[in-house]
């Protein structure tokens, strides 16, 4: 069973940083690609950034790019998400996923395992 547990979320002031972490159990880390997701109050769960299983790849939602940088180590079953230049509108609850085939996809569906989030508040 795949279990993913984030943490290192919290209470920051606009302009400030993060890093998130997730780490996985119950499946072969270093075969799956990861993702992040966050879903802010009232809003749908949304894409942030996927990074495939070697680490040589990665893709970011426009709204983040050159802001969040996603990252893996495989040998500690853990991906991570520093966040820099936080905007207020980046509060949100955020989760990790676990997507088996590796391939990239913006789609939450594609994804299994889903953490207990962790909440990033940005006040301005």
């Known amino acids: 069973q795949v279990q993913l547990v984030e943490s290192g979320g919290g209470s920051v002031q606009a302009g400030g940083s993060l890093r998130l972490s997730c780490t996985a159990s119950?499946?072969?880390?270093?075969?799956?690609?990861m993702g992040w997701f966050r879903q802010a109050p009232g809003k749908e769960r949304g894409f942030v950034a996927f990074?495939?299983?070697?680490?040589?790849?990665?893709y970011y939602a426009d709204s983040v790019k050159g802001r969040f940088t996603i990252s893996r180590d495989n040998a500690k079953n853990t991906v991570y998400l520093e966040m820099n230049s936080l905007k207020p509108e980046d509060t949100a609850v955020y989760y990790c996923?676990?997507?088996?085939?590796?391939?990239?996809?913006?789609?939450?569906?594609?994804?299994?395992?889903w953490g207990q989030g962790t909440q990033v508040t940005v006040s301005s």
């Open positions: 996923a676990a997507n088996p085939s590796g391939a990239y996809y913006a789609t939450p569906g594609r994804y299994t395992g």
């Open positions: 119950g499946l072969t880390f270093s075969s799956y690609g």
């Open positions: 990074i495939k299983w070697s680490g040589d790849t990665t």
